[in-house]
């Protein structure tokens, strides 16, 4: 059946619509009488200029045009352009990236994304640091796999390349593009490019994105902007000299989130029965700050608390600034091309959020200096080689965070820091005619260091065994700004304040099975980390024809260990990535039918995985953390076909199959009377923490689950037609996205499952035959289908869920000179 669906999908690709294969503005020139067929899209995805389809790796690249009409603000926006990639905003600025099913919730400063994102030539440390950066490109380039040779740091699944535009010598030139749609949107980019003399030439670009929230409550609205100014200077024929700036700041809100149902435990005549759940019918634009979201939150009973009357009402913002400097030195030679790249960038983050939080709210600042520097050559025309060096040094500084849940809120403040070297090397060899053998390689050295409290309330009435106790008057927690506030506001009321539970003291100490308290439960983290990694790849390419290859890679990935605020469980170990490979890139019918193909296998070990979950604390408290949860095997297909039926047609298709299971899955839950809820197999255990007390919990085994994010079949279809017009032409495109449900969550639960969808999208735009002006229109998510991300249950038993984006419609025009 499978096979059969696949063969479906490769026959009927050319009769439906989707996003297409992206071509960069720089490409190679085309051959004599070749002007029918498809242009060659000049990548760097091996640090060296070459075709994407010379490349012996999968990568999708996304241009300009295509980034537009997906209308990609954000990294978060990417993964309409890319069956492969998933990603999504987490709270506040954060994005989460998984690649074929690999990846993690990298959403605070504890972690590092398992992603490699690279601006302009630099890594990025963070994922909150990647707004402001998709305006005035050449292209985006998504590798998919893991590298491990060539690519920055912490590479396991993949890499997203995102390359400006360049200032080009001799040029005088400008662009510009302005948008309007509906939730009062308005879009703007523009780019001006100037010569200085015969040998330099600078160029300024910028961007603006400004909406109201698609939410109800307001929340997810957009307001950022952005500039990037470069200047390239040819010294000599041989040293040319690149300086480039950016700033970028983003404003407005992050999305609160919508209530998708109420889970509730069942009893019986015979004690515990399940789980129920109750969908709340409510709207997926409805936000959590909505009146009538709240009002379903502070009618549910909150047995920890002991009563009803929670609700979401902290305020989410977004005041969040970056910028970086970099310069690129290439200096050319008869032996090889020496690149140097010295970078800095930074961030001030200043944000608050809500999802499974009454608020949470994070000030941040993160400084990240790096420098590589590569050395490409041959020895010959069947000796190609590049060697280079990497270093990395980043530090974050969290002076304050909180995370309100209404019943427990830490309050946190840490440094983490982290130095990376790594050594790389890529040697080519051509022993025969039109085969090419590759062996390259990558040893990486990680410290970090991780120094911060985190100090824990958590809101009791009375004893939380049953029998129920009542607090009908007992506040929840409050939004206070300081943990001495939030003691204060407690004590001044009477409620005890103790490191202690009363209810495991005797009346003579204090004790009392009824009366209220507040937990204080701090956690400190003073602790180093070392990780080491030789990471390598294997490959091999024959070129049957000049436009048809096929190629086969081995290679492995890494991920350095990390850090999390949880008690017994503060650091967690690397994990890694073994991938096999296999495809053919192919060009046909006078250079206008493309087809490329990829069968992969990967084995990931050790893998990480971030959610909410309980730390060994006694009692344990819940926390986001990263734990090593086991191993997976991830199987699949890609397919990629572009062919240029005629002169003005061309249609696309990117479609990928995957078969994904856990080959060993277990986390930890604690025994608190009632099971967890969870579709996985579970049985009662005890586990001893540091201090020696011995926890009650249940062992939680998900093998044989499919991987997180990892859809079955998920393909891109678009079709484009040009009508001529005289002096003028009108392009009409249509395309349509189709994900297959996938789970994001361990539990595995069905109603968290995101469910498959269609999001079509088209246009029509006018512009002049030569391209210097353009009108356009277009809608996007045709269906206004918002297909579920994720969703967390909060203290009262509600689910607080997300959602891709509504229907969004609008106008474009634009022009050059």
Request: hydrophobic residues 35%.
């Given at each position: 059946?499978?096979?059969?669906?696949?063969s479906?999908?490769?026959a009927?690709?050319?009769?439906?619509?989707?996003?297409?294969l992206?071509?960069?503005?720089?490409?190679?020139?085309?051959?004599?009488?070749?002007?029918?067929?498809?242009?060659?899209?000049?990548?760097t995805?091996?640090?060296?200029?070459?075709?994407?389809?010379?490349?012996?790796?999968?990568?999708d690249?996304?241009?300009?045009?295509?980034?537009?009409?997906?209308?990609?603000?954000?990294?978060?926006?990417?993964?309409?352009?890319?069956?492969a990639?998933?990603?999504s905003g987490?709270?506040?600025?954060?994005?989460v990236f998984?690649?074929?099913?690999?990846?993690?919730?990298?959403?605070?400063?504890?972690?590092?994304?398992?992603?490699?994102?690279?601006?302009?030539?630099v890594?990025?440390?963070?994922?909150s640091?990647?707004?402001?950066?998709?305006?005035?490109?050449?292209?985006?380039?998504?590798?998919k796999?893991p590298?491990?040779?060539?690519?920055?740091?912490?590479?396991?699944g993949?890499?997203?390349?995102?390359?400006p535009n360049?200032?080009?010598?001799?040029?005088?030139?400008?662009?510009?593009?302005?948008?309007?749609g509906?939730?009062?949107?308005?879009?703007?980019?523009?780019?001006?490019n100037?010569?200085?003399?015969?040998a330099a030439?600078?160029r300024?670009?910028?961007?603006?994105s400004?909406?109201?929230?698609?939410?109800s409550?307001?929340?997810?609205?957009?307001r950022?902007?952005?500039?990037?100014g470069?200047?390239?200077?040819?010294?000599?024929?041989?040293?040319t000299?690149?300086?480039?700036?950016?700033?970028?700041?983003?404003?407005?809100?992050?999305?609160?989130?919508?209530?998708l149902?109420?889970?509730?435990?069942?009893?019986?005549?015979?004690?515990?029965?399940?789980?129920?759940?109750?969908?709340t019918g409510?709207d997926?634009t409805q936000?959590l700050?909505?009146?009538?979201?709240?009002a379903l939150?502070?009618?549910?009973?909150?047995?920890?608390?002991?009563?009803?009357?929670?609700?979401?009402?902290?305020?989410?913002h977004?005041?969040?600034?970056?910028?970086?400097?970099?310069?690129?030195?290439?200096?050319?030679?008869?032996?090889g091309?020496?690149?140097?790249?010295?970078?800095?960038?930074?961030?001030?983050l200043?944000?608050?959020?809500?999802g499974?939080?009454r608020?949470?709210?994070v000030?941040?600042?993160?400084?990240?200096?790096?420098?590589?520097?590569?050395w490409?050559?041959?020895?010959?025309?069947?000796?190609?080689?590049?060697?280079?060096?990497?270093?990395f040094?980043e530090?974050?500084?969290v002076p304050f965070?909180?995370?309100?849940?209404?019943?427990?809120?830490?309050?946190?403040?840490?440094?983490?820091?982290?130095?990376?070297?790594?050594?790389?090397?890529?040697?080519t060899?051509?022993?025969?005619?039109?085969?090419?053998?590759?062996?390259?390689?990558r040893?990486?050295?990680?410290?970090?260091?991780?120094?911060?409290?985190?100090?824990?309330?958590?809101?009791?009435?009375?004893?939380?065994a049953?029998?129920?106790?009542?607090?009908?008057?007992?506040?929840f927690?409050p939004?206070a700004?300081?943990?001495?506030?939030?003691?204060?506001?407690?004590t001044s009321?009477?409620i005890p304040?103790?490191?202690?539970?009363?209810?495991?003291?005797?009346?003579?100490?204090?004790?009392?099975?009824?009366?209220p308290?507040?937990?204080?439960?701090?956690i400190?983290i003073?602790?180093?980390?070392?990780?080491?990694?030789?990471?390598?790849?294997?490959?091999?390419?024959?070129?049957?024809?000049?436009?048809?290859?096929?190629?086969?890679s081995?290679?492995?990935?890494y991920?350095?260990?990390?850090?999390?605020?949880?008690?017994?469980?503060e650091?967690?170990a690397?994990?890694?990535?073994n991938a096999?490979?296999?495809?053919?890139?192919?060009?046909?019918?006078?250079?206008?039918?493309q087809?490329?193909?990829?069968?992969?296998?990967?084995?990931?070990?050790?893998?990480?995985?971030?959610?909410?979950?309980?730390?060994?604390g006694?009692?344990?408290?819940?926390?986001?953390?990263?734990?090593?949860i086991?191993?997976?095997t991830?199987?699949?297909?890609?397919?990629?076909?572009?062919?240029?039926?005629?002169?003005?047609?061309?249609?696309?298709?990117?479609?990928q199959?995957?078969?994904?299971?856990?080959?060993?899955?277990?986390?930890?839950?604690?025994?608190?009377?009632?099971?967890?809820?969870t579709?996985?197999?579970?049985a009662?255990?005890?586990?001893?923490t540091?201090?020696?007390?011995?926890?009650?919990?249940?062992?939680?085994?998900?093998?044989?689950?499919?991987?997180f994010?990892?859809p079955?079949?998920?393909?891109?279809?678009?079709?484009?037609?040009?009508?001529?017009?005289g002096?003028?032409?009108?392009?009409?495109?249509?395309?349509?996205?189709?994900?297959?449900?996938?789970?994001?969550?361990?539990?595995?639960?069905?109603?968290?499952?995101?469910?498959?969808?269609?999001?079509?999208?088209?246009s029509?735009t006018l512009?002049?035959?030569?391209?210097r002006?353009?009108a356009?229109?277009?809608?996007?998510?045709?269906?206004?289908?918002?297909?579920?991300?994720?969703?967390?249950?909060n203290?009262?038993?509600?689910?607080?869920?997300?959602?891709?984006?509504?229907?969004?419609?609008?106008?474009?025009?634009?022009?050059k000179?």
């Amino acid at each position: 059946m499978k096979g059969m669906l696949l063969s479906s999908a490769a026959a009927g690709m050319f009769l439906c619509a989707a996003p297409a294969l992206a071509q960069s503005d720089v490409a190679a020139p085309r051959a004599a009488g070749d002007d029918q067929g498809l242009e060659e899209i000049i990548v760097t995805a091996q640090r060296v200029q070459e075709s994407s389809q010379r490349a012996p790796l999968a990568l999708d690249v996304i241009n300009p045009a295509e980034l537009i009409r997906q209308n990609v603000v954000r990294a978060e926006d990417l993964s309409r352009t890319s069956p492969a990639l998933a990603s999504s905003g987490g709270g506040g600025p954060t994005t989460v990236f998984f690649v074929r099913g690999v990846g993690n919730a990298t959403v605070n400063a504890y972690s590092d994304p398992a992603i490699a994102f690279n601006y302009d030539g630099v890594y990025i440390g963070r994922p909150s640091s990647t707004s402001g950066m998709f305006y005035d490109l050449q292209r985006v380039e998504v590798l998919k796999g893991p590298q491990g040779t060539l690519y920055g740091r912490n590479a396991t699944g993949g890499a997203i390349n995102v390359i400006p535009n360049r200032p080009r010598l001799g040029e005088r030139a400008g662009q510009v593009t302005l948008g309007y749609g509906n939730y009062d949107w308005l879009t703007g980019q523009a780019a001006l490019n100037l010569p200085v003399g015969d040998a330099a030439a600078v160029r300024v670009a910028g961007m603006m994105s400004n909406r109201d929230g698609f939410l109800s409550d307001g929340s997810g609205k957009q307001r950022e902007y952005a500039l990037r100014g470069q200047l390239l200077v040819e010294a000599t024929q041989a040293l040319t000299l690149r300086l480039g700036v950016d700033y970028a700041h983003q404003g407005g809100s992050g999305a609160t989130g919508f209530y998708l149902g109420a889970v509730d435990p069942i009893f019986g005549a015979t004690g515990f029965a399940g789980y129920s759940f109750t969908s709340t019918g409510f709207d997926r634009t409805q936000g959590l700050r909505d009146p009538r979201s709240n009002a379903l939150q502070s009618s549910r009973f909150v047995g920890q608390v002991g009563r009803t009357g929670a609700v979401v009402d902290g305020v989410p913002h977004n005041d969040n600034n970056y910028w970086g400097v970099t310069a690129e030195l290439d200096y050319v030679t008869d032996a090889g091309t020496l690149t140097v790249q010295p970078a800095y960038r930074e961030g001030k983050l200043d944000y608050a959020f809500n999802g499974v939080f009454r608020t949470g709210a994070v000030k941040e600042t993160d400084k990240q200096t790096s420098v590589e520097a590569r050395w490409a050559g041959n020895v010959g025309p069947a000796i190609d080689y590049l060697v280079g060096g990497m270093y990395f040094d980043e530090d974050i500084d969290v002076p304050f965070a909180v995370y309100n849940q209404s019943t427990l809120t830490p309050y946190q403040n840490f440094k983490t820091a982290t130095e990376s070297w790594a050594g790389f090397g890529k040697l080519t060899v051509r022993p025969v005619e039109k085969l090419s053998l590759t062996a390259a390689g990558r040893y990486t050295s990680d410290k970090k260091r991780f120094d911060g409290l985190s100090q824990v309330y958590i809101l009791f009435c009375g004893n939380p065994a049953p029998p129920q106790d009542f607090c009908p008057t007992l506040p929840f927690t409050p939004l206070a700004s300081s943990a001495a506030e939030l003691e204060s506001f407690y004590t001044s009321r009477g409620i005890p304040v103790t490191p202690v539970p009363l209810y495991v003291l005797p009346p003579v100490a204090g004790g009392s099975q009824t009366a209220p308290f507040v937990l204080r439960s701090p956690i400190a983290i003073n602790a180093g980390l070392k990780n080491e990694k030789f990471t390598y790849r294997l490959a091999a390419q024959y070129d049957v024809t000049p436009r048809n290859m096929v190629y086969a890679s081995f290679e492995t990935g890494y991920h350095a260990g990390g850090f999390s605020f949880a008690r017994g469980v503060e650091s967690y170990a690397p994990e890694m990535i073994n991938a096999y490979t296999i495809g053919s890139k192919n060009r046909f019918l006078g250079n206008r039918l493309q087809v490329n193909v990829e069968g992969f296998v990967w084995k990931y070990k050790n893998q990480q995985y971030s959610q909410f979950g309980y730390d060994l604390g006694n009692p344990p408290s819940t926390v986001f953390l990263t734990r090593n949860i086991g191993d997976s095997t991830i199987r699949g297909i890609d397919l990629d076909v572009e062919f240029k039926a005629t002169r003005n047609t061309l249609l696309s298709a990117n479609v990928q199959y995957l078969d994904t299971k856990y080959d060993s899955f277990v986390y930890f839950a604690p025994n608190q009377g009632l099971p967890p809820n969870t579709t996985c197999a579970f049985a009662p255990t005890t586990q001893t923490t540091p201090a020696g007390a011995v926890l009650n919990l249940f062992r939680v085994d998900c093998s044989g689950k499919r991987a997180f994010n990892s859809p079955e079949w998920s393909f891109n279809l678009d079709a484009q037609q040009t009508i001529p017009l005289g002096t003028y032409k009108l392009m009409l495109q249509a395309g349509t996205r189709y994900r297959g449900e996938s789970d994001s969550s361990a539990d595995y639960l069905p109603y968290l499952r995101s469910e498959a969808t269609f999001v079509s999208n088209a246009s029509v735009t006018l512009s002049s035959a030569d391209d210097r002006w353009f009108a356009s229109l277009y809608v996007f998510n045709i269906e206004n289908n918002q297909r579920l991300v994720g969703g967390t249950t909060n203290s009262a038993g509600l689910i607080s869920a997300s959602a891709e984006q509504p229907r969004t419609w609008g106008v474009r025009i634009g022009g050059k000179f």
